[in-house]
């Protein structure tokens, strides 16, 4: 069954936030990050999808990649700036702040370009759609992912 249904942006980044916060997400994240090309905040989206009882098709993930491609760009750049920094000085601390404002508003692109998608209701996780998505296989990953997720 479709949905007709407007997500909000600030309960998404407040979920993502405590999500990213749980023990063993934000190292399977990033891990998903290096190894795949993964957007983490997509991987999040998935899940947070799934607490709803929704999930988006592989399409709505492309629609989604294409509608979020500058902000997306904007924030790797910003952190690979940072990366490049020691983290004890004054000048790493103000580029994680300005990478934390853009992921906030890679964010608000992301619902709402989810709120243009049909999102269906069901009881089964997006994950599987966004690496459709992205042509990624990585079964081992997703287990671990949907696992340590299923902890939360």
């Given at each position: 069954m479709?949905?007709?249904?407007?997500?909000?942006?600030?309960?998404?980044?407040?979920y993502s936030c405590e999500l990213y916060a749980q023990p063993g997400v934000k190292a399977l994240c990033l891990e998903g990050q290096e190894r795949f090309g993964l957007n983490v905040n997509l991987v999040l989206l998935c899940h947070w999808l799934y607490q709803?009882?929704?999930?988006?098709?592989?399409?709505?993930?492309?629609?989604?990649?294409?509608?979020?491609r500058v902000t997306g760009e904007q924030v790797i750049s910003q952190r690979?700036?940072?990366?490049?920094?020691?983290?004890?000085t004054p000048e790493y601390k103000l580029c994680l702040a300005r990478e934390l404002v853009l992921e906030k508003q890679l964010q608000q692109d992301i619902i709402k370009a989810l709120n243009?998608?049909?999102?269906?209701?069901?009881?089964?996780?997006?994950?599987?759609?966004?690496?459709?998505?992205?042509?990624?296989?990585?079964?081992?990953?997703?287990?671990?992912?949907?696992?340590?997720?299923?902890?939360r």
């Open positions: 479709s949905l007709d249904k407007c997500f909000d942006a600030s309960t998404f980044w407040q709803q009882q929704c999930t988006l098709e592989t399409e709505g993930f492309n629609n989604i990649k294409d509608a979020i690979r700036k940072r990366q490049g920094l020691a983290k004890a243009e998608q049909t999102v269906t209701l069901a009881d089964r996780h997006s994950l599987p759609h966004y690496l459709a998505a992205e042509k990624v296989t990585a079964a081992d990953w997703m287990n671990n992912l949907l696992n340590c997720f299923s902890h």
